[in-house]
């Protein structure tokens, strides 16, 4: 996301405008005081007190220097204002962040979860279904694993998107919590977990045919693999199902993801 970024440098350029503002006020002001001072008080022996054009254009400078005094002082609250805007709007972008970070995109997480926990146990079946029964067409299995290998490249694109959405609060003013440092690596663990078991699904299906004319004991101890990879799908979207349930139901505000830098 590039919306930290631009909104820094527009931040950057608004401070800039203010400071050259309050500098060219300054500097009208000081100008007008000192034409102020050279009517009143240049050649005063040709100066008549009683001179409408005088008193009048005397009148005329003292106004203006108090417009630009106003103006100055207007300019100086604005800019004392300004830290003040620009922690609204850092606030504003962070919301923004977590608002389609965990209540929006999490949700496709989750669908995405339970899909490939459903055809990690498909391919992991199938896969001992073959073995026992020696069987020689392999096609289907081969069509659940590419389908299998889309959808973890599913999981990983959406959890990496959460994942950094969320790492780009710490550039607009403020620091993740705990929580939303537990979010973000259970996140990672569950992808580098179905990598694993996508990995160990792999290794597998290119030693089956190999293994129909292996003996009764590689083949048993090939079995036991292919359950553990069963019960690893079922433990991982378990797992990551149960947390992002939670995170759903607790419903929590944003002061609890994220915080504001106080030496910001």
């Known amino acids: 996301m590039q919306i930290g970024k631009s909104f820094g440098l527009v931040m950057l350029n608004i401070k800039k405008c203010n400071l050259f503002l309050i500098g060219t006020v300054f500097l009208l002001l000081l100008v007008s005081i000192l034409v102020g001072i050279k009517v009143l008080f240049s050649n005063m022996q ?22 630009s005094f106003g103006t ?11 830290p003040e805007w620009l922690s609204q709007k850092h ?3 962070v919301h923004g962040i977590i608002e389609n ?5 999490l949700h496709t997480v989750r669908f995405a979860n339970r899909k490939l926990k459903v055809q990690s146990l498909t391919a992991s079946r199938n896969l001992k279904r073959a073995l026992l029964h020696k069987e020689k067409e392999l096609a289907i299995i081969n069509a659940i694993i590419e389908s299998l290998e889309s959808s973890i490249d599913d999981l990983f694109s959406k959890a990496y998107s959460i994942i950094d959405q969320l790492k780009s609060i710490s550039r607009n003013g403020y620091a993740t919590t705990p929580y939303t440092n537990s ?43 292919i359950n553990d990879i069963e019960n690893s799908s079922l433990e991982i979207g378990a797992k990551l199902d149960d947390f992002l349930s939670r995170v759903f139901d607790n419903n929590k505000p944003v002061a609890d993801f994220a915080k504001y830098k106080n030496n910001h």
């Open 183 to 225: 979010i973000i690596d259970e996140l990672k663990n569950a992808t580098n977990s179905y990598n694993d078991i996508y990995m160990n699904i792999i290794t597998v299906r290119a030693e089956i045919e190999l293994l129909y004319e292996a003996d009764q004991v590689a083949i048993d101890l090939t079995v036991v693999e």
């Open 101 to 105: 970070a965990i209540y929006k995109e």
């Open 72 to 82: 100055l002082y207007i300019a100086y609250k604005a800019f004392q204002k300004a």
């Open 46 to 67: 040709g100066f008549e007190w009683g001179s409408v054009t005088d008193w009048f254009s005397a009148i005329s400078t003292l106004a203006g220097s108090i417009a």
């Open 91 to 93: 606030y504003d972008v």
